[in-house]
C-alpha cells in the first residue's frame, strides 16, 4: 500500500513540476524517479520489515504489541484520530457483524486492539520503530 501511494506522488509531482518542460525531459525525469522507485525496491535497504511467512508477522506484531510504552499507544490512537480512522484502524465508516474486529465468534479467538492495528498498518509499527 505504501509503495503504491510513494509511486503515486511521484507521478503527481513529476505531472505538477514538469508541466513546462519540454515532452522529452518530462519523460527523462520520470523514468529516472520510477527507476529509483524500483532500484528501492529491489535493493536490500527495504523500510519496511518483509516477513518469510505470514506467521512470522504475526509474531512480530504480536511481540511488539504487548511491548508497547504508553506514549506509543498514545501515538497511535493520535496517528489513528489524524487520519480520521476509527479506534481500530479502520474507515469510520466499517460496521463490524460481531460490533468488533477484535472478536472471531466462529473462532472463538480475541486479539489485543493494537495488535490489529499494527497488524493492519505497518507504516505505524515502522515509525514507533524509529522513535516516531
Known amino acids: 500500500m505504501f509503495k503504491y501511494f510513494k509511486f503515486s506522488v511521484v507521478l503527481l509531482m513529476g505531472a505538477f513540476l514538469l508541466s513546462g ?9 520520470l523514468d529516472d524517479q520510477a527507476g529509483r522507485l524500483f532500484d528501492d525496491a529491489q535493493s536490500g535497504e527495504q523500510k519496511i520489515f518483509i516477513a518469510t511467512s505470514s506467521q512470522e508477522w504475526i509474531d512480530l506484531v504480536k511481540n511488539k504489541a504487548v511491548s508497547l510504552t504508553i506514549d506509543q499507544k ?3 490512537d493520535k496517528f489513528l484520530a489524524e487520519n480520521n480512522l476509527n479506534r481500530f484502524g479502520d474507515a469510520t465508516s466499517t460496521v463490524y457483524a460481531s460490533g468488533t474486529p477484535l472478536f472471531d465468534k466462529v473462532t472463538g479467538e480475541s486479539v489485543d486492539r493494537f495488535e490489529y492495528i499494527l497488524k493492519n498498518h505497518p507504516e505505524i509499527l515502522e515509525k514507533i520503530k524509529n522513535g516516531f
Do not use: G, V
Open 74 to 76: 498514545d501515538y497511535i
Open 21 to 29: 518542460c519540454s515532452m522529452s525531459e518530462k519523460l527523462r525525469w
